[in-house]
């Protein structure tokens, strides 16, 4: 079991830019989230998606962000365009059934100058 | 809305001073309480899931207990290794995880 793999491992990118941030969640499970972690405000639930459909956006902050789950196996998160505060550890996390805990990934640091 | 405290914020321990973290929550209908330990660079990592007031978990050095208000996650004779980030969180929905700041723990060789 390879674990929740994210890429890249760091981005640095300048203000304006699009970032991609990107997610491949533990074959079998059926829910992917995306987190931000902060200082500041700590983790956040930005979105999650259950069996591919996103259920649950609240949290995404802006209109600048945008995320997709294409298959099972594959999700992007999309800043644009990206903003200094935007700067933080992207995490993603999967896991399957309702009350399964949620295994995460290495996460991005992102850092928007 | 859930609320998730956690305490200290921070803990400095000698290797073998035990030492217990709290994990204080508000929610409405209790659907578990996770805990989770993250090292520098990494995702958290799970740890256990309680569901009932009275329930106890352990692995090696750690034992985490449930009480109808708070949890204590119980750090016995601690190694170096068990220095981390240790974060509690409770579900809003059987989706949405809440979490805590979390606890840092170092712990001196």
């Known amino acids: 079991d390879a674990g929740v793999i994210q890429s890249p491992r760091h981005e640095v990118t300048e203000m304006g830019q699009e970032v991609t941030l990107r997610c491949k969640p533990i074959?079998?499970?059926?829910?992917l989230f995306w987190y931000r972690q902060t200082m500041m405000r700590g983790l956040e639930l930005l979105i999650y998606?259950?069996?591919?459909?996103?259920?649950?956006d609240s949290g995404m902050p802006e209109d600048r962000f945008s995320a997709k789950m294409p298959n099972a196996s594959f999700s992007t998160l999309k800043i644009q365009p990206s903003e200094p505060r935007d700067s933080a550890v992207y995490f993603c996390?999967?896991?399957?059934?309702?009350?399964?805990?949620?295994?995460f990934g290495n996460g991005t640091r992102l850092t928007v100058t | 809305e859930d609320q998730v405290t956690q305490s200290p914020e921070a803990l400095r321990l000698q290797e073998g001073e035990s030492s217990s973290l709290n994990c204080s929550y508000t929610?409405?209908?209790?659907?578990?309480l996770f805990w989770y330990r993250q090292d520098p660079g990494k995702g958290p990592e799970f740890l256990f899931t309680?569901?009932?007031a009275g329930e106890e978990k352990e692995k090696e050095r750690l034992k985490a207990t449930l009480t109808k208000k708070e949890s204590f996650l119980h750090i016995t004779a601690p190694k170096p290794e068990d220095s981390a980030t240790y974060l509690c969180?409770?579900?809003?929905?059987?989706?949405?995880?809440?979490f805590g700041a979390g606890t840092t723990v170092t712990v001196r060789a």
């Open positions: 996390a999967s896991k399957q059934g309702a009350h399964s805990p949620l295994h």
């Open positions: 074959s079998g499970h059926n829910s």
């Open positions: 998606f259950n069996n591919n459909v996103p259920i649950d």
């Open positions: 929610v409405s209908g209790l659907r578990g």
């Open positions: 309680l569901y009932s």
């Open positions: 969180a409770v579900p809003s929905n059987d989706y949405k995880l809440s």
